[in-house]
Each structure stands twice: as structure tokens, then as C-alpha cells.
């Protein structure tokens, strides 16, 4: 499979999803040589996706019909942080720098409150 073809089914309408997403979703993977296993995995995707976890959850087709603010959905701006974080600090700082880095990020927190308000 393409890598985000079955990222479709999160924008499209949620009573599409079966009638229309998963149908294309499978037209376009290649199935050759493998029905059995593709056949396992849509069962697998109605079974958990689409019934333990219903579409409401995961499908943000609502969200954008309504023009409704969406929040992350992903830890995208965790890893950023993060990334950031281990740039700033490196690897065992000594206390001094901990606590300089510490007070940039925190003067940094703040000055993007200030553009906020």
C-alpha cells in the first residue's frame, strides 16, 4: 500500500466510509497475490475501526464540514519540543546550563503568551 492511501477514510464523510472510502481504498491497493490477507485486514479494519472504535473518534470529516477548530491530533508539537529541548540542554548539562536553558525556554513560553494576548 501507498504510504497515506488509507488516510482517506479520516477526511471523508463517516457514512461514506464503507459504501465509498473502503471500496476505494481497495482499488487502489495491490492486491496481488494476497486477497486472503487483504481480505483479513478489512475485516480486521470493520471489526476494530469501525465498530470498537467508532469513526467519531478518528474521522475529522465533522470537524470540517462545521469549520470547527481542531486541536492536534498527533504529538507533532511534543517531538517538536523535544527536539528542541535536546538541541538547547545537549547531553548532561552541568547545573548552570540546565538552569540557563531552563530560563531562555521559559522567556521564550512567555514572549509567545505576549503574541497570543
Do not use: C
Request: aromatic residues 12%.
Amino acid at each position: 500500500m501507498s504510504p497515506g492511501v488509507i488516510d482517506v477514510l479520516t477526511v471523508i464523510p463517516i457514512d461514506e466510509i464503507r459504501s465509498k472510502g473502503i471500496p476505494y481504498v481497495m482499488s487502489i491497493v495491490n492486491t496481488k497475490g494476497a486477497a486472503r490477507i487483504w481480505t483479513s485486514f478489512w475485516d480486521y479494519f470493520v471489526r476494530t475501526w469501525m465498530t470498537m472504535f467508532p469513526p467519531s473518534l478518528w474521522n475529522v470529516n465533522t470537524y470540517i464540514e462545521q469549520e470547527m477548530e481542531m486541536q492536534n491530533r498527533t504529538n507533532n508539537p511534543i517531538e517538536s519540543y523535544n527536539r528542541r529541548a535536546k538541541k538547547a540542554f545537549g547531553s548532561h548539562p552541568t547545573l548552570v546550563v540546565f538552569v540557563e536553558q531552563a530560563k531562555e525556554e521559559a522567556k521564550r513560553y512567555l514572549e509567545l503568551l505576549d503574541d497570543i494576548s
